[in-house]
């Protein structure tokens, strides 16, 4: 069963709309409906505000201010765990970012809510905020240094040295599902049904913030319409919603608008980055300096790590990558498909690209020059360092000898065609997990663990892997994941939640079958036929994985999973217009869990590459720290007309050091570099090297 390339478990009730997703959910009864007014200033506080029109309203049940909103736990500092911090809302006057939370409204309807929001009066007193992202200042207090030998006197020795400025902008997750929570207090348990990557980490931050035991919450969030980062940390909508049902006592619905997901999830940071790389005429790296300049809150300590790619990609024997902020008056940063990695790679690949053309050689050889088996950084062997593979691989599939060497040398009618390349790489992180696996004498297995199914296909690999463990089809397999009172695991993020979950339940099936054998041998056929022989009440068994600190398998080896991807754009000659004429991406990811979910996942990645090589951009006003284009008709992701046919492969793999499954994550890993491979094919096919992404015709012209 691991691998094989069955279509997802949950996909018939997804597609019959059966599938319950947490707006959807009946399980309340029926909503009281909220609605958030936004913060129509940058920076400054509320002077004023009138909501006596609102409670007249038809069919309002509550208006709250800071004025008299129910007192939570107080903002913690940016010291300890993002997930653990309390969200309090509408705790004073201040206003920190455009969007924020000023007036809460809950009504019989969503429509009665809306429209009495509309109805309230704000005076506000502006006070100027900083919205604008500069340049590198003398005085940078640099932070996350990882460093080796000297790179000033490896840049001053040359002989061939890059050295580029590159800046990537703001972006944001956007999944399909909007964020939602119903909140339903009921015999003193808060139960809620939100959208969720991690259940079990949100009740800390949320049991400080409204003042209750973590273990008097309950969150279930069955199905996710996707995350991308953006359903990890804490947020309003389940704030709010749980304090205006306490305060009610009937179940209130709470579910943002698009455009208010532009304000009130976090976003990917800015960055302005320093490349330096230095290496000798063969293309051997002397040296490699990566200084990103990252956008922040003061308030806020989420550090997108956009040097930190150059890490561990190559190897080099001067080596400088480091970290400034610079903080701004937006909403706080948040994880977003790839953080760090995506923007970073995009910049350190494009440089290597760089510097392939100046010492004129081909850009896949340089990166096996430089291709290393001890990581860098840690100074561990890398395990399952399959790069140099990936890179072979997709040149020959991709047909990479007919790039054309020259740029700006190829023209296909009105088009001028290019071929680009960039590697990938994504940390490895396991996490303590426990999954709990029952074998019922009636014929069923049952699976239990808090981890989510954000669209992956967590559901149906979890199934795979206990089907194969006990020897059971897979259709007697019940998966019950993504509530808080299941086993906890580190739920969906950080690319882990697969490996993590799926190694624990294999671990408790193991210990299923150790436990019949002792009492039926090895040789019997029908499992549950022991199972009902020898446990009639049903045997269960709880499977673990160890943090990463904890497993002497992460602390003798650095993890991550490797990719490459190829791209051949055509740029228009006269419009500057770039369209991706074909992609292929070779990733060497561990052991494929199912080749067919895996493979969406991995062409997912590789499309929102594509987008940050292309399209996406969070638009700030300099002057007000609003979000010009925080709707889809301007924040553009590609459509299915912008994405031609593309391949991912994934390669034969099996990482013992990861795991006895030999499995790893891919969440993260497609997106990698591939916006690079994007940027990487324009430059070929036109010879205009644009730093500032994303590549938009504009700059092409
Ligand atoms: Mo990922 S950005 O850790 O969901």
């Known amino acids: 069963m691991i691998g094989q390339g069955i279509s997802r478990t949950d996909g018939p009730i997804k597609v019959t709309g059966r599938a319950a997703y947490?707006?959807?959910?009946?399980?309340?009864?029926?909503?009281?409906?909220?609605?958030?007014l936004g913060a129509g200033i940058g920076k400054g506080r509320v002077a004023r505000i009138d909501i006596a029109a609102a409670e007249a309203a038809p069919g309002v049940r509550l208006v709250w201010t800071h004025e008299n909103a129910p007192e939570q736990g107080p903002a913690e500092g940016i010291e300890g765990d993002m997930m653990d911090r309390t969200r309090p809302e509408l705790a004073g006057d201040r206003i920190n970012y455009y969007g924020m939370p000023i007036a809460f409204v809950v009504a019989e309807s969503f429509e009665e809510a809306r429209a009495a929001a509309g109805l309230i009066t704000v005076e506000y007193e502006l006070e100027a905020g900083a919205f604008a992202l500069g340049g590198f200042g003398p005085d940078l207090n640099w932070r996350r240094p990882s460093r080796a030998g000297d790179i000033d006197q490896a840049m001053r020795e040359g002989p061939v040295t890059v050295e580029e400025t590159y800046s990537t902008p703001y972006h944001f997750s956007q999944p399909m599902e909007l964020h939602a929570c119903i909140a339903d207090w009921r015999d003193g348990h808060l139960h809620l049904y939100l959208t969720a990557q991690m259940v079990n980490q949100l009740t800390t931050g949320l049991g400080k913030t409204l003042r209750l035991d973590p273990s008097a919450i309950s969150i279930d969030s069955a199905y996710v319409g996707g995350g991308f980062g953006s359903k990890i940390v804490l947020h309003c909508e389940a704030v709010l919603a749980s304090l205006a049902t306490m305060a009610l006592g009937q179940p209130v619905k709470l579910m943002l608008t698009r455009r208010q997901i532009f304000t009130l999830v976090g976003h990917r940071p800015a960055s302005i980055s320093r490349v330096r790389l230095a290496a000798t005429p063969d293309g051997q790296l002397t040296a490699l300096g990566h200084d990103a300049l990252i956008q922040v809150r003061t308030d806020d300590a989420w550090d997108e790590g956009v040097s930190s790619v150059g890490k561990a990609l190559y190897a080099s024997p001067n080596r400088l990558t480091r970290q400034a902020h610079q903080a701004l008056d937006v909403q706080p940063g948040e994880p977003v498909r790839g953080p760090g990695e995506l923007p970073g790679l995009m910049v350190l690949e494009s440089t290597m690209d760089e510097l392939a053309e100046k010492l004129g050689i081909d850009p896949v050889e340089l990166r096996l020059r430089n291709d290393t088996q001890i990581d860098p950084d840690k100074r561990l062997p890398l395990s399952?360092?399959?790069?140099?593979?990936?890179?072979?691989?997709?040149?020959?599939?991709?047909?990479?000898?007919?790039?054309?060497?020259?740029?700006?040398?190829?023209?296909?009618?009105?088009?001028?065609?290019?071929?680009?390349?960039?590697?990938?790489?994504?940390?490895?992180?396991?996490t303590s997990a426990e999954v709990m696996v029952r074998i019922e004498p009636d014929g069923w297995v049952i699976v239990r663990s808090d981890m989510t199914d954000i669209g992956t296909g967590t559901y149906t690999i979890v199934a795979q892997v206990v089907a194969e463990a006990l020897g059971v089809p897979i259709s007697q397999i019940k998966v019950e994941l993504a509530h808080t009172k299941h086993p906890k695991g580190n739920g969906a993020g950080g690319s882990w939640g697969a490996a993590n979950t799926t190694v624990a339940a294999d671990r408790a099936a193991a210990a299923l079958r150790a436990r019949i054998a002792v009492v039926a041998g090895t040789g019997y056929n029908d499992i549950f036929a022991e199972v009902r022989r020898h446990f009639p009440d049903g045997i269960e068994e709880t499977g673990k994985t160890l943090d990463n600190k904890d497993d002497p398998n992460y602390r003798t080896h650095a993890q991550y999973t490797y990719g490459a991807s190829f791209a051949e754009v055509g740029v228009d000659i006269d419009t500057g217009e770039v369209r991706l004429r074909r992609m292929l991406g070779v990733f060497a990811a561990g052991r494929i869990l199912n080749a067919k979910t895996a493979r969406s996942q991995l062409i997912g990645g590789m499309i929102w590459g594509v987008s940050a090589a292309l399209q996406e951009a969070g638009a700030l006003d300099p002057r007000h720290g609003h979000w010009v284009n925080g709707d889809f008709a301007e924040y553009l992701i590609p459509t299915h007309a912008d994405i031609p046919a593309i391949d991912a492969i994934m390669l034969e793999d099996f990482d013992d050091k990861a795991n006895h499954l030999g499995v790893k994550g891919i969440g993260e890993l497609g997106a990698g570099g591939t916006g690079g491979s994007v940027a990487n094919a324009v430059y070929n096919a036109t010879g205009v090297r644009v730093r500032d992404f994303p590549i938009t015709l504009a700059k092409l012209l």
């Open 22 to 36: 947490s707006a959807e959910r009946q399980d309340a009864g029926p909503t009281l409906h909220g609605y958030i």
């Open 384 to 430: 399952g360092r399959r790069l140099a593979d990936c890179l072979r691989e997709g040149a020959e599939q991709f047909g990479w000898r007919d790039r054309p060497t020259r740029p700006a040398s190829r023209r296909d009618g009105r088009w001028l065609v290019g071929y680009g390349v960039a590697s990938s790489m994504r940390g490895h992180y396991q």
